[in-house]
C-alpha cells in the first residue's frame, strides 16, 4: 500500500489525475474503473483540463463505473451515469461505444448484474480502478458485512449510506434510491491497480480503520491492504489520523 500526502482537496485531485493520465498515456487503450461521489469530482475537473490543452487523448479508453442507482432513468440529475457524463464523458473525446455503467433501469437484477459481469470480463478487467470512500468504509457499493468474493450484484444501501447521499437529492431520504448495483469486491480485487482518493475531516476516522485497523467484511475497504498495488491519495484532513 502506497500512501500519497496532498496539501488539500486541489492537490489530492492534480495528484490523483497525475496517477490517471500516466495510465493513459503508458497503455492508450486501457480501460479505467471509474468512481462517483464528491471526492473524485475535481480528478475529473483537472482530466478535463489536461484533454482541453492537448495533453490526453481519451479515444482509445474503454470505462466501466463501479456502481449505479437501481431504479433511476439514466436521465435523472443524479444517475452515476448523468454524473459521469455532466463531469467527465461529455469534455472529453471518449467513444461513447465504451463507456460502460450497470444499468439501473434494467429491474431484472440478476440480469442486469450478469451482463455487467459480462462486460467487464469481455474488456480484459480494470487495469486501474478509481476508488472514493464511504464513512462506513464502502467502496462502490459494497456495504459493511458483504462477502469479499461477489461480482456485480444488487445491494440494499445502509441508513448511513441513504443519508450521506441525501444531500444530492433535496436533502430528502425519500428521494435517495434504496438499492444499487455495484460492482463486487473480488472485480475490484482483480482490477490491477486501485486508486483512492480521500478528503476532509469526516474521512479521517474510517481511513485509519480501514488501513491500519484489521482486514474484515465489516470495513470493506480493509481488503485493499491485500492488493499488490493499491496507492491512497489522501489530503492533509483525511489523513490526519494516520
Ligand atoms: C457513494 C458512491 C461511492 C463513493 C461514496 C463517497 O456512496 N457509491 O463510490 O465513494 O459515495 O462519496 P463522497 O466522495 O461524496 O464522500
Not at 17 to 26: C, P, R
Not at 129 to 135: C, E, M, T, V, Y
Amino acid at each position: 500500500m502506497k500512501i500519497i500526502r496532498a496539501k488539500d482537496y486541489a492537490d489530492m485531485s492534480r495528484k490523483a489525475a497525475n496517477i490517471i493520465s500516466a495510465q493513459v498515456i503508458m497503455k492508450p487503450n486501457c480501460v479505467l474503473g471509474l468512481a462517483t461521489g464528491g471526492t473524485p469530482v475535481g480528478a475529473y475537473a483537472q482530466l478535463v483540463d489536461w484533454y482541453n490543452k492537448g495533453d490526453i487523448d481519451f479515444s482509445e479508453v474503454t470505462t466501466v463505473n463501479l456502481d449505479e442507482y437501481r431504479g433511476l432513468p439514466k436521465e435523472h440529475p443524479e444517475s452515476y451515469w448523468s454524473f459521469m457524463h455532466k463531469n467527465l464523458f461529455d469534455k472529453v473525446n471518449i467513444d461513447p461505444a465504451k463507456i460502460n455503467l450497470p444499468d439501473g433501469t434494467n429491474p431484472d437484477a440478476e440480469d442486469a448484474c450478469a451482463k455487467y459481469n459480462q462486460i467487464i470480463h469481455a474488456v480484459g478487467g480494470i487495469d486501474l480502478q478509481l476508488l472514493g470512500i464511504g464513512h462506513d468504509g464502502h467502496i462502490g457499493f459494497n456495504e459493511p458485512g458483504e462477502a469479499f468474493e461477489l461480482e456485480t450484484h444488487c445491494v440494499d444501501l445502509t441508513a448511513e449510506t441513504i443519508e450521506a447521499n441525501k444531500r444530492f437529492f433535496d436533502g430528502n431520504v425519500n428521494l435517495v434510491p434504496k438499492q444499487a448495483y455495484t460492482m463486487g469486491i473480488k472485480t475490484i480485487m482483480q482490477a490491477r491497480k486501485v486508486l483512492m482518493v480521500a478528503n476532509g475531516k469526516g474521512k479521517a476516522e474510517i481511513i485509519k480503520k480501514a488501513f491500519f485497523g484489521p482486514v474484515t467484511p465489516e470495513v470493506p475497504a480493509s481488503i485493499l491492504q491485500m492488493h499488490p498495488d493499491f496507492t491512497l491519495v489522501g489530503d492533509e484532513e483525511a489523513l490526519s489520523l494516520i
